[in-house]
Each structure stands twice: as structure tokens, then as C-alpha cells.
């Protein structure tokens, strides 16, 4: 699908910078690159050139310049890069020449990326994929974000997908000679078997969503407990930094805070709440909700307990850690996990690696995992459902055909195949702009 627009934008950074690039892509790039730059130089070489205004022939940098036409290029279309000093005035000098007189749009967010995909140069969990890679923080998201970008969740799809469409065939093949009283509805002995293979690879791939999921938002733990229990002490401890606010006064925090911190390779989030308690302040009692929903949807809570804490156990589903804190006023907790300090470090070390050794365990084998989004989860979640439904209606071929259907149409949209509006546009606009 080739677009008639022509966009630019600055693809790097914030300036100034050592290096600026600017992104060029559509049907004028060429013209626009030989008005500022001169003779073409060969595809996918670095070549020095002066960039010259289109009109005037000023001079308004100088840097390299490669072209990439079509289609062999990142977005299927004739592009173009301007590598040039990372110069605010420079930048803007180019791209208002291209935009004033080469007819050329600025691009909006994802727009360069949103072009690959509906030139069929990439599928739509490898978008995803490129996303993840450029979020990445972590050596683990680096690696699973990089496995996604490659087409491994793509490729899978494509086999389940093929499983589906021939089950659906020996169906519909079969139901175009119902009519001849001659010609008996009788299945190949593998159908059921090869339904059933795939729907069990089909649950092993959502078993994996879990994992996938902590390697690319996080492992969220929460720090719980009543006020002054030692929260924000021990965030600031374990984040290295000053973040929150620590007095002796009961209820200082009022809200949930997050810090990232990389634990072992692994992306951690921690969240500060609210201490709980009955409370008439409306601000206060806000913050203790927020709190608790915290809890409820973290991966690990952390229950603070202090010296003279009553040590009630939350009422929540996840796992919970006792942690004993305040440790340096001689005061010990009863029935915890863990005592620590946050004021000394006492602990803090035991903490961490205990940390690092659950997390391990919660992400299992170290490959990465190619299932990771929420759209993943529920795409396969869908598609072993209508499998299922199909097993239980083997002697209803109609109804059977039209359920193999459906799972083959799921998998469709989430590698791109059937389009959904909706999510493409919710997708491309989390992307920055120059990608």
C-alpha cells in the first residue's frame, strides 16, 4: 500500500546534540533529497554532502547522506536520511526547507512505523515488538522485545493459523458432498488429535503471558503496612535516592509512588502507599484506597511491620512477605520473614537477593517469551475457546467449521492480517515521532 504524502521528521533525540537524523519516506523523497543534496549517491551508502536550500542554494549544513528507495527500505517506500549536526537552528532550517518547498508533510507519531506495517514490512506483534525494543530498560526486555520484533510470536500464528484453516477445509470439503447418499461424513482419525495438539500449544503459549508480562512492564512490588510502619524509609533505601517523604508524623504519604529499579537484570517497579487505617480525612482516605487497590494487583506485597505494630496480615490473594523493619532500635517482630533496617542497611542486602531469587522463580527459563500483552492473552484466550467449542461439536460440522473459523480469524487480527481500525490507531500513537 503506497502512500501518495511524502513525510519528515527529526527521527533522534532532543537537541543539541552531537548528531541529529532526520527521516524522509514517500513518493518525493528522491526529488527532495537531489534539490538539497545534488546526484543521488548509491543505495544504503554514507556519502558526505553539503544540504542546500532548495530555492536559494544557501548552504544550511553539512553531514552524511544515505537513500534507501523502494522497496527495500525500513517502510516498504522510498526514504532517505540526513545524518547533520544536532543543531537546533540546523534541524530547523531542513525541515522547514523540505516542508516549504519540497511538498513535504511533517510526520506524526508512529507514522514511519505505521507505513512498514501496511506495506506488509512488518506484522503487528512485531510493531509491538519494535515498541518494547525501544522501551526497553533491562537486559531481559531488551532480549524478549527483540524476539518479538524477529517474528516469533508472528511465525507461531502463522503454523496455528494454517492447522486451523485445513481442519476447517476437511470439514467444508466434506460437507460439499453431504448430498450423495453414497459419500459417508466421516473425518480422517488424526482430526481430533491435531485439535487437540493445537489447543494444547495454544494453552502452553497463555501459560507463558504471565512471565512475558513481569519481563516487559515490571514486577510490581508493593510496600505495605500501617503508618509509620517504615514504607517510604525502606523505598528510598532501595532506590538510592530521596524519593519520598519521610517524617515522624502518621500518614505523610498520601497517594501510591513508583520507582523503577533494575534488580538483577530485572525491571522492578516499587510502590509506596498510604500506612492503613480508619481515617475521617477524605485526602487521606483516597490514598489508603489507592493503596489497597495497589495491592491487589501487585506481583509482591512487602507488609511493613514496625516495633509496635499490631502485625495483622493483609486480607489480599497475592503473596505477601512479613518484613520486620526498624531493626536498629533493638526491638524484634514476631512471625516475619525478614528483619531489616532501613536506617543502618541491615538486611537490606538479604532483601535484595531474596528478591532476585523469588523473581527468578516466577519467570522460570530464562528464553524469552513472545507472548506478553494483554491483546495476546486475550486473542489466544478467544481462540482455545472457539477450539474447544469445535471439539465439543465434531458431530455438528456446520457449527464446527464455524467455530475453526473464528479461532483462525482471531489469530488473523492479531498479526495483522484482518484490520482493526481501532487498535492500529491506539497502537502507532504510542510511538514516537521520526518512528
Known sequence: MQTSTTIAALSTGSLPSGVAVIRLSGPKTLAAVER???????????????????????????????????????????????????????VRAILTALTTHCDIALAGAGDFTRRAFENGKLDLTAVEGLGDLL???????????????????????????ALLLDARAEIEARLDFTDEDD??????????????????????ARGTYDRGRIVREGFRIVLAGAPNAGKSSLLNRLAGSDVAIVTAEAGTTRDTKDVAIDLGGQY??????????????????????????????????????????????PEIDGAVWRIGTKSDLGV????????????????????????????????????????????????????????????????????????LRRAADVLAALIGLMDNEAVLDRLFAGFCIGK
Open 183 to 204: 459419500v459417508p461424513f466421516e473425518l480422517p482419525p488424526h482430526f481430533i488429535a491435531d485439535l487437540e495438539a493445537l489447543g494444547a500449544a495454544l494453552k502452553a
Open 268 to 313: 522492578v517497579t516499587l510502590t509506596d502507599t498510604a500506612g492503613l487505617r480508619q481515617t475521617d480525612s477524605l485526602a487521606e482516605g483516597e490514598g489508603i484506597s489507592r493503596a489497597r487497590r495497589a495491592m491487589q494487583n501487585a506481583d509482591l506485597v512487602l507488609w511493613l511491620i514496625g516495633p509496635d505494630d499490631d502485625r495483622t496480615k
Open 332 to 403: 524484634r517482630a514476631i512471625d516475619i520473614d525478614l528483619t531489616l533496617s532501613a536506617l543502618t542497611g541491615d538486611g537490606i542486602e538479604t532483601l535484595l537477593k531474596r528478591l532476585e531469587s523469588h523473581i527468578e522463580g516466577r519467570l522460570g527459563a530464562s528464553e524469552a517469551s513472545l507472548v506478553s500483552h494483554l491483546r495476546d492473552r486475550d486473542a489466544l484466550d478467544s481462540a482455545l475457546s472457539s477450539v474447544d467449542t469445535a471439539m465439543a461439536r465434531i458431530g455438528q460440522p456446520e457449527l464446527c467449521a464455524e467455530d
Open 36 to 90: 538539497m543534496c545534488g546526484a543521488l549517491p548509491s543505495a544504503r551508502t554514507l556519502a558526505l554532502r553539503t544540504f542546500r536550500h532548495p530555492v536559494t542554494g544557501e548552504a544550511l549544513d553539512q553531514g552524511l547522506l544515505a537513500v534507501f528507495p523502494g522497496p527495500n527500505s525500513f517502510t516498504g517506500e522510498d526514504c532517505a536520511e540526513f545524518q547533520v549536526h544536532g543543531s537546533p537552528a540546523a
Open 135 to 161: 522501551a526497553a530498560e533491562t537486559e531481559a526486555q531488551r532480549r524478549q522485545a527483540l524476539s518479538r520484533l524477529e517474528g516469533g510470536l508472528a511465525d507461531q500464528i502463522v503454523v496455528w493459523r
